[in-house]
């Protein structure tokens, strides 16, 4: 299994680096594959429902994706951890 990582400094204050990737809207610009947000909705526990757009090998998956603060769930079922 091939193993590829990348790490860089940014300079800026953790709370505000949290910020910019708690804003869905901004995860198309730092994750490669999701290439449009949409229909961002504020959920009462904290967390958010979103459209998103993934183009993988060519083609497009649309997804609708919910987090609660803790973890974050898609519609097709898949689950992985979120970032807090």
């Not at 949409?38 to 183009?55: A, I, S």
């Amino acid at each position: 299994m091939v193993s590829v990582s990348e790490s860089i400094w940014i300079d800026s204050p953790v709370e505000t680096a949290f910020e910019y990737l708690d804003d869905p809207y901004n995860h198309a610009e730092v994750t490669p594959s999701v290439t449009n947000v949409q229909n961002v909705d504020r959920l009462e526990n904290g967390g958010k429902r979103l459209d998103c757009t993934y183009t993988m090998a060519g083609d497009r998956l649309e997804n609708q994706t919910r987090t609660d603060g803790s973890r974050t769930e898609q519609a097709d079922g898949l689950r992985y951890a979120q970032w807090h």
